[in-house]
């Protein structure tokens, strides 16, 4: 085995032994349940439906088919154990710092500088982020796929130098894997620049005096693909129900030019001394002049040093331009989120300044006639502290309680990490401190209706209704078109008995999202309560129809079906069809579903197949230790005796005695 791929492996096994804790992280309250871990279709594994899903769907607010089919496999693999999608974020990272590697050496990078920048950026604590969570699949998948489309095109470029005829097919592959890399993630629009740079850079192909118009025009379809991603990733993160686009009444203008220099100073400053890192930086209340232009200056000065030395060292003008351009679809001109930078979006921009300034030391070290003992010295001790760093950073992601306490000690006014706090702590059982949280959210960011419905599901939980149902009133006013929050508004308000204000809030939530389900299912509750049966089954019908694969759905409505004191309303066949279904979805391990299967049998007078169904249930109860087996058994005497069961829908759900 050659030296480089012995480097290369060596590479990819210690990071990937340095990520080997992440098997044992869960998911992470943010975002991840968007994602897979209470998302059906992506559970479900690579289904035909799924793969539809995947490229068709804005889920998330964004568009990366990719990401979904990942994750996907991942589900397909491993099931529901949070370790396998980590798993495989690590082994995309140890493969990305190893094709880093080869990439460099085929720009003609000596060795062990290259092997020297692939561990800074495989080791680098900044980059914990996008491995040790499992969302930002996108970022370790599209960043291999972004490796692939640079070593591609430098293969291109040597083959095309020797006047070889499969130089194109290169061509060909990068431009391929540039599109694979924008069903990733679309932060990737600025990478054709990247290519010019390298053109420049170390491949030599102009000079900044003579620009050759011939290297445009063989960009032109990654130039296509930036414009195609750039308007795709625009609708889906505009659209209404993602509302991630912050608009300019909400954020102005010149707040946003303000900040953009403060950021780009925070990504260097945290590339050099990776302290105080969170997964999330609040936007601050506040961008002070002195601050922007403190951090213009600092961006000029490294601008004009990096355009003046362009001869002598052009790789400073490469390194730079690569990390600022990268950086230009999430530097914050169009604002995304409340976030004023993220770590994980140093990722693959980092490349850049570890590329110049590894560049710049070894030539100072060459003039200052430093040894390589000393400069082999050194850059181990600087690998041997971000190893350090990333364990430690990898330490706050053990688990949601310690991410989100982590995060907000190190920032100020930081509500969204108050608030997965408080979900982390409520998950944990520990409910008095999740309000705690969530009240401390609310404070924080009194327009953001988020903090109120944390707070009152919470305080719901801990039995004191009557603060739970102003605090859902409050979220409710301040996310007035947001469907859940009228939602859980209504259920709130039924649950005080107050019936005619919990019909109009569920009305205004079905209005808001006519896909929708629970509204309906809600709404059919109340009707069957105030005997309006014929009201309550056109309900049950729309909740089944706008969510015909929901179980919970099925199952009461089958229930409602078979077992209604109303003979009007009963069809015991569209009963155990609509149970069937539902049993089939949860793999035969719900006793309530074969429960319910019983009774649509002995609605059709089938009391044979209605006593195996609910035995079945009886000890599916009796495995799952469920206590209150009674009525099973009180059917299933009933099933022997051939005589259905009837239940009355009233306020108390109480059954009808036979």
């Not at 914990?128 to 293969?155: G, H, M, P, Q």
């Not at 010149?254 to 260097?268: C, F, M, S």
């Not at 490469?318 to 989120?337: A, H, K, Y």
Request: one cysteine or more; a positive charge; glycine letters at 4%.
């Amino acid at each position: 085995m050659s030296q480089p791929r012995r480097i290369s492996l060596l590479l990819a096994l210690i990071t990937l032994a340095l990520y080997l804790p992440v098997a044992r992280m869960g998911f992470c309250v943010y975002d991840d349940g968007d994602y897979i871990s209470a998302n059906p279709i992506v559970q479900a594994g690579v289904t035909l439906a799924g793969v539809k899903w995947a490229f068709t769907t804005l889920h998330a607010s964004n568009w990366f088919p990719l990401v979904w089919l990942s994750l996907m496999v991942d589900c397909g693999v491993f099931g529901q154990n949070p370790a396998g999608p980590h798993l495989v974020n690590a082994l995309l990272h140890a493969a990305n710092a190893a094709l880093l590697f080869v990439l460099l050496l085929r720009l003609k990078q000596k060795t062990w500088p290259a092997a020297f920048i692939a561990a800074l950026f495989a080791w680098h604590p900044m980059h914990v982020e996008s491995v040790a969570w499992i969302t930002e699949r996108k970022d370790v998948l599209s960043t291999f796929f972004a490796l692939l489309t640079l070593l591609a095109y430098a293969n291109y470029v040597n083959l095309k130098d020797e006047k070889n005829p499969r130089a194109k097919i290169y061509l060909i592959w990068s431009w391929l894997a540039f599109a694979l890399g924008l069903m990733s993630k679309q932060m990737l629009v600025t990478l054709p620049c990247v290519l010019l740079l390298l053109d420049f850079w170390p491949l030599k192909r102009f000079m900044l005096a003579s620009f050759r118009l011939s290297l445009l025009v063989e960009k032109i379809p990654f130039f296509l693909c930036t414009a195609v991603a750039s308007f795709v990733t625009f609708i889906a993160q505009s659209q209404q129900s993602g509302k991630a686009v912050v608009s300019l009444e909400s954020l102005p203008l010149l707040y946003r030019l303000k900040n953009i220099p403060v950021a780009y100073t925070e990504y260097l400053w945290k590339t050099f001394w990776p302290a105080k890192l969170a997964i999330f930086y609040p936007l601050p209340e506040k961008i002070y002049l002195a601050q922007t232009v403190t951090a213009l200056v600092v961006l000029a000065s490294l601008s004009i040093i990096a355009l003046r030395l362009h001869r002598r060292r052009p790789y400073l003008l490469t390194g730079w331009l690569w990390f600022l351009g990268m950086l230009v679809p999430v530097i914050g001109l169009v604002q995304v989120g409340g976030a004023q930078i993220a770590d994980r979006y140093s990722y693959l921009p980092s490349v850049g300044i570890f590329l110049a300034a590894t560049c710049a030391a070894l030539e100072l070290a060459a003039h200052w006639r430093i040894s390589k003992l000393v400069l082999s010295g050194a850059a181990i001790a600087i690998l041997l502290a971000c190893v350090v760093a990333t364990e430690n950073q990898l330490g706050y992601w053990r688990t949601n309680v310690t991410l989100f306490q982590h995060a907000f000690a190190v920032t100020a006014d930081n509500e969204v990490a108050r608030n997965n706090l408080g979900v982390a702590l409520e998950q944990a059982g520990r409910l008095v401190e999740a309000v705690e949280q969530y009240r401390a959210a609310a404070k924080l960011e009194t327009e953001n209706y988020q903090g109120h419905h944390n707070l009152a599901r919470a305080l719901d939980r801990l039995g004191r209704q009557t603060e739970a149902l102003a605090e859902h009133r409050e979220a409710a006013r301040l996310g007035t078109n947001v469907q859940f929050l009228h939602y859980s508004l209504g259920v709130a308000l039924d649950s005080a008995s107050q019936t005619g204000e919990a019909l109009q809030e569920f009305s205004a939530a079905a209005q808001l999202d006519p896909h929708y389900p629970w509204p309906h299912l809600a709404t059919a509750k109340i009707f069957l309560r105030q005997s309006r049966d014929v009201e309550a089954l056109t309900e049950l019908r729309a909740a089944v129809r706008i969510d015909p694969d929901n179980a919970d759905i099925l199952t009461y409505t089958a229930r409602v079906l078979a077992a209604a004191e109303n003979g009007a309303i009963r069809d015991g066949q569209f009963a155990f069809v609509l149970a069937a279904k539902a049993n089939l979805l949860t793999d035969g391990t719900r006793s309530d579903v074969l429960d319910v299967m019983g009774m649509a049998c002995a609605e059709m007078g089938k009391f044979d197949e209605a006593q195996m169904a609910a035995q079945q249930a009886i000890n599916l109860a009796i495995a799952a230790r469920i206590k209150d087996r009674e009525l099973l058994r009180q059917r299933l005497e009933l099933y022997q005796n051939h005589q259905p069961w009837r239940e009355a829908f009233g306020a108390t759900n109480a059954p009808v005695k036979n």
